[in-house]
C-alpha cells in the first residue's frame, strides 16, 4: 500500500541534544511538507520541498533543518536550538501542483526529557 | 495574526442531525480551501475543498460553502454519525510567486452524541 511514513511515534529529546525525525513516501510524490502542531493551534509550516536538492523555510524554520536526497526521503532534525521543541510533528506530501491535497503520515511526537 | 480562524474549538451534534461548522479568513487573496479530518494520534486526512470560482461543492454527506463577500466557508455535514467525531481543520491556500503553501485554522473537535 502506498503511504507516508514517520518514525519513531514517539521521541524523547534530552536538553542540547539534536534528533532526527524520520519520514518515507511511497506515493512518488515530488512535494514534502514537514509541520509542527501545538494544542489548541492549526498546523504550522517548519519546512516544504517541491523537489530533491530543493527547500524552502516555512513559517518557524528556526532550530529546525532538512534535507532532500531522496524524492522519497524528507528527514527533519530538531536541534539544541529550538528552545520549545515539545509538539506533534506531522509530514506530508502531495503531486506537485497548487491544488493537490496533501497527505499526511501519522505523526511524531516529541518531548523533553 | 491568524488568517484563517475557526472560531469554535469544539461543537456537540446529535447522530443523525446536520453538523456544520464554520471557518473565517481574512486574506482576500485566498482561492483555494480545504477540509481536513483528524483523528487522534493521526495525521490529517483530505474531506473536500472549494475554489474560490464556486460558491458550493459536495461529495456525498458533504457540502462546502464559501461566501466570499463575507471571507466565509462551512463544511455540512448530514446525517451525521459517530465516526464523524474528529477534529476538523479548514486550510487555505497562499500563493507566493512560484511557490505555494497551506495556511490552516486552530480546527474544531466535532462529537457526534448518540
Known amino acids: 500500500d502506498g503511504g507516508i511514513t514517520q518514525s519513531p511515534k514517539y521521541l524523547f529529546r534530552k536538553e542540547g541534544q539534536n534528533v532526527t525525525l524520520s519520514c518515507e513516501q511511497n506515493l512518488n510524490h515530488d512535494a514534502m511538507y514537514w509541520y509542527r502542531q501545538d494544542p489548541g493551534q492549526g498546523l504550522r509550516l517548519i519546512y516544504y520541498?517541491?523537489?530533491?536538492?530543493?527547500?524552502q523555510k516555512g513559517d518557524i524554520a528556526e532550530g529546525y533543518s532538512v534535507s532532500r536526497e531522496k524524492k522519497e526521503s524528507f528527514p527533519l532534525t530538531v536541534t539544541s536550538a529550538q528552545k520549545n521543541p515539545t509538539a506533534f510533528y506531522l509530514c506530508?506530501?502531495?503531486?506537485?501542483?497548487?491544488?493537490?491535497?496533501?497527505?499526511f503520515g501519522d505523526g511524531t511526537r516529541l518531548s523533553i526529557l | 495574526d491568524q488568517q484563517v480562524k475557526q472560531n469554535s474549538p469544539s461543537l456537540s451534534v446529535q447522530e443523525g442531525r446536520i453538523s456544520i461548522l464554520n471557518c473565517d479568513y481574512t486574506?482576500?487573496?485566498?482561492?483555494?480551501f480545504l477540509w481536513y479530518k483528524k483523528y487522534p494520534a493521526e495525521g490529517p486526512t483530505f474531506l473536500i475543498s472549494i475554489s474560490s470560482i464556486k460558491d458550493k461543492n459536495e461529495d456525498g454527506r458533504f457540502t462546502v460553502f464559501l461566501n466570499k463577500s463575507a471571507k466565509h466557508l462551512s463544511l455540512h455535514i448530514v446525517p451525521s454519525q459517530p465516526g464523524d467525531s474528529a477534529v476538523y481543520f479548514c486550510a487555505a491556500l497562499a500563493s507566493m510567486d512560484s511557490n505555494y503553501q497551506l495556511i490552516w485554522g486552530a480546527g474544531t473537535k466535532l462529537i457526534i452524541k448518540p
Open positions: 486574506n482576500s487573496m485566498f482561492d483555494y
Open positions: 506530508a506530501s502531495c503531486v506537485r501542483g497548487r491544488t493537490q491535497p496533501q497527505h
Open positions: 520541498s517541491q523537489i530533491v536538492n530543493d527547500f
